[in-house]
Structures are given as C-alpha cells and as structure tokens.
C-alpha cells in the first residue's frame, strides 16, 4: 500500500534529529513563533530538516517529525521548548506559507526491520558503541552509564547513530538510510574507524611510565 501524503510545517535546522532523541530550541524568528505556537496548541508535530549549507531554504529531503514535550514563553514573545523526535519522513515537496515559514508535504519512511537481535552484526555495533562512549568519557572526564543498553536492532542503530559525534552531512547519510542492516553495516566501519583514532589519541597523550630511569632523592 502507498504512505499517504500529508502536510507537515518544516523547521530546517543545523541539526539532525533521530527519532527518539531530544532537541531543545530556542524560537525567536516571528514565522516560527507562529509555527510552534499552532503545533503546541493544536497538539501537532512539525519537521525538523537539514538545512543545505549553500541553499538554507532548499532543505534535505529526509527529516523526523518533532514534538513539543515542554515550552516556555519569554516576555518579548521568544520560546525555550524541548522537543522529541518522533518518526521519519521523506519529503516530497514545500511550499512557503502565509506566515513566512515552510510547509512540506510527506510521507512517513519508516526503517525497513531486516535483522534479528541475534545478527553478529548488531553486537559487533553495540560492543563497539560501548568502547567508543567509554573513551569518549575518559577524554573528557566524564562517565556513561546505561542501566539497559538497546537490544532491538533498529534501537541500536538509531541509538549509536545519535551517539556518534559526526559532521551533519554524516549524520543525515545516517538518517536516509532505509534499511536497518545498511544502517548498521556503516555505523560498524564508522566506528572501527573512529576507535582506531581515538585509541592513537588516547595513546599520545598518556603520561609515560615510571621506569625509574633516574634515581630518586
């Protein structure tokens, strides 16, 4: 059966947003006021879309649907809210509304779920994921803690893919991808390849080893 189009007002950003992960947001600009003000009183979500570097009003075509979990209205109209990733979308075109601010018309684009949890593939990210938080921690003095780590496949690979620290392009190549297995497959090389570096930093910058060279006083 074919998704059904249907609008959905757009928030290009400079951020990528998973389903599933926060996004605090200050609103200042009077078109997105208006925006987020129709989504929190109408209980509606909005998307949230990459913005091309050169073309910020040319948005990528994949983005996730947020919603307003929290608001807080300042006294000259400005917005704090938080917002929660919800679902994929794919977009398919937009439109400037009345009020300044895009609306696009989509349709959802769910993660084809192609892998079982027993997939080597999906521990191989997960034992990954864990090491690269845990020297992630130590370089910048800090510790994380899960008290359950995800065991379903697409909620590893959107997990590590909201983890990861990567440049924004990166991060939306993530985000476009359909399959869960592809979406794994890269995260497991990104991340080989990230904890090759980061072991070679960790190395560099431990202190050497006291061989009692000189004699002490």
Request: charged share 25%; glycine share 4%; with cysteine.
């Given at each position: 059966?074919?998704?059904?189009?249907?609008?959905?007002?757009?928030?290009?950003l400079?951020?990528?947003?998973?389903?599933?992960?926060?996004?605090?947001?200050?609103?200042?600009?009077?078109?997105?006021?208006?925006?987020?003000?129709?989504?929190?009183?109408?209980?509606?979500?909005?998307?949230?879309?990459?913005?091309?570097?050169?073309?910020?009003?040319?948005?990528?075509?994949?983005?996730?649907?947020?919603?307003?979990?929290?608001?807080?209205?300042?006294?000259?109209?400005?917005?704090?809210?938080?917002?929660?990733?919800?679902?994929?979308?794919?977009?398919?075109?937009?439109?400037?509304?009345?009020?300044?601010?895009?609306?696009?018309?989509?349709?959802?684009?769910?993660?084809?779920?192609?892998?079982?949890?027993?997939?080597?593939?999906?521990?191989?990210?997960?034992?990954?994921?864990?090491?690269?938080?845990?020297?992630?921690?130590?370089?910048?003095?800090?510790?994380?803690?899960?008290?359950q780590?995800?065991?379903?496949?697409?909620?590893?690979?959107?997990?590590?893919?909201?983890?990861?620290?990567?440049?924004?392009?990166?991060?939306?190549?993530?985000?476009?991808?359909?399959r869960?297995?592809?979406?794994?497959?890269?995260?497991?090389?990104?991340?080989?390849?990230?904890?090759?570096?980061?072991?070679?930093?960790?190395?560099?910058?431990r202190?050497?080893?006291?061989?009692?060279?000189?004699?002490?006083?």
């Amino acid at each position: 059966m074919e998704a059904k189009v249907h609008e959905l007002p757009l928030f290009p950003l400079n951020a990528v947003l998973f389903p599933g992960q926060t996004l605090p947001l200050h609103i200042f600009e009077p078109r997105y006021r208006i925006m987020i003000r129709r989504c929190i009183e109408n209980d509606e979500p909005f998307g949230v879309v990459l913005a091309r570097d050169e073309e910020p009003d040319e948005p990528h075509d994949i983005g996730t649907s947020a919603r307003v979990t929290d608001a807080k209205r300042l006294s000259d109209g400005r917005m704090n809210i938080l917002t929660l990733g919800e679902e994929r979308f794919r977009l398919h075109n937009f439109r400037v509304s009345e009020h300044g601010y895009l609306i696009g018309d989509v349709t959802p684009f769910p993660f084809v779920e192609d892998v079982v949890p027993a997939d080597p593939l999906v521990n191989t990210v997960s034992q990954r994921l864990a090491r690269y938080l845990k020297l992630l921690g130590e370089a910048n003095g800090l510790s994380f803690r899960f008290d359950q780590f995800p065991t379903q496949p697409v909620d590893v690979a959107v997990f590590t893919a909201i983890a990861l620290r990567l440049p924004l392009e990166q991060k939306q190549f993530l985000l476009s991808q359909a399959r869960v297995t592809d979406l794994l497959a890269i995260e497991s090389e990104v991340l080989r390849e990230e904890l090759k570096i980061m072991s070679i930093v960790a190395s560099a910058i431990r202190p050497p080893e006291d061989n009692h060279i000189f004699s002490r006083n």
